[in-house]
């Protein structure tokens, strides 16, 4: 039978029409797909506690998966415990934190009018039409603020449900997998199930490392600053950089703001030098060694993931966008079909990896440069 190859603009839009269609059905399927995909994240997480449970304790499956997942449930509520434990703290100051934040805003409005010459009443003007755009959109950012909390009370709680069953139903969906292709690619089938595991495991656990290590940088950082609610700051900081590139940030601007009112302005400029360095210490060596290490995948495309994520998603979608991708990046790498896409993936290989042909190649193009 004479094979048939297809053009390469109609393989283009078949591909593209492909990445629309998934892109859509990721829109339409949030409710389910989110907390499915952190469901599935956590089941990775917690089969060896689970297989542990059921065979050493010889613990019936059900009892070991559904004690899996309430440890875990546990963690998560202890860390939001601890966390509205703090935010509680900052509500009963909130007269005094009020009060800081004129006073400072009066010195910075002070500093303005000496400075740039701009007089005080032209300031109070822009600084009551911005007021009153905020009271006017103040119903609006309630409203989305309660949707946004029921919404993550179903997320937590439809994701404890997709951990448990599938701990509970493991076997079964990985026969279902081998069973949907051939048998002589039951072992590969195998490998990228394993590899999955393997890396999905290494990762959380690098993340939540990773998270812990920048936790107390930052705590010991504001405390020796001097900074009120340094715990409260550290933490929100260790918590936002699990989101990558993106998530330092919203921490350095929420603590600048809360630093602002509570404190002087130098105050401000030293948690500024001290995130940039905790910053600094994070990218260079801490990702590297416990989460870069476990997750190959280049800044490009993790920044292009974390984009697309919160497009879909919004936050959701950034937090899940990087294991999603390290996931994708081990099903390419053992097709050999797939392999280019997941060369592009990854990092970049060093120069023992080039071969001679490559080596020829740039010299050409350093020669015409």
């Not at 309660?146 to 997320?155: H, K, V």
């Not at 595991?197 to 990762?203: A, C, D, T, V």
């Not at 998270?211 to 705590?219: D, E, N, Q, R, S």
């Not at 921490?251 to 130098?266: E, G, K, Q, R, Y």
């Amino acid at each position: 039978m004479k094979n048939f190859t297809l053009p390469f603009y109609v393989k283009l839009a078949c591909v593209l029409l492909s990445i629309l269609l998934l892109g859509y059905l990721a829109i339409l399927g949030h409710t389910i797909l989110a907390p499915l995909i952190f469901g599935f994240l956590c089941s990775v997480l917690l089969l060896p506690l689970a297989n542990f449970l059921e065979r050493k304790l010889r613990m019936p499956r059900s009892l070991a998966s559904l004690l899996a997942s309430v440890a875990l449930l546990l963690i998560i509520a202890a860390v939001f415990t601890l966390l509205g434990t703090q935010l509680s703290n900052l509500a009963k100051d909130l007269p005094a934190f009020k009060k800081q934040l004129l006073t400072s805003a009066a010195d910075l409005q002070l500093w303005i009018s000496n400075t740039f010459h701009v007089n005080n009443k032209a300031q109070i003007d822009y600084i009551n039409q911005a007021a009153s755009k905020s009271l006017s959109t103040g119903t609006t950012i309630l409203s989305k603020t309660l949707m946004s909390l029921s919404s993550l009370f179903l997320l937590l709680l439809f994701s404890f449900l997709y951990t448990f069953f599938m701990l509970f139903h493991r076997r079964l969906i990985i026969r279902f997998l081998v069973s949907l292709f051939k048998e002589k690619h039951s072992v590969v089938v195998y490998d990228i199930v394993h590899q999955i595991q393997y890396i999905i495991k290494r990762y959380i656990v690098g993340l939540f490392l990773q998270m812990t290590i920048v936790t107390i940088l930052a705590c010991t950082a504001f405390y020796f600053i001097g900074v009120k609610y340094s715990f409260l700051l550290g933490l929100i900081t260790g918590i936002f950089n699990i989101i990558p590139y993106i998530g330092i940030f919203t921490a350095l601007l929420l603590t600048v703001i809360i630093t602002f009112a509570t404190s002087s302005a130098t105050h401000v400029f030293i948690v500024i030098i001290a995130l940039i360095v905790i910053h600094a210490i994070d990218s260079n060596y801490i990702m590297p060694k416990i989460v870069g290490s476990k997750v190959q995948i280049n800044t490009l495309i993790a920044l292009i993931g974390l984009v697309l994520g919160e497009m879909i998603w919004g936050i959701t979608g950034m937090f899940l966008s990087i294991p999603m991708i390290a996931i994708m990046k081990v099903v390419f790498d053992r097709i050999p079909e797939l392999k280019p896409w997941g060369m592009l993936l990854g990092e970049e290989e060093g120069d023992k990896a080039i071969t001679k042909e490559e080596k020829k190649l740039e010299e050409s193009i350093d020669g015409l440069e």
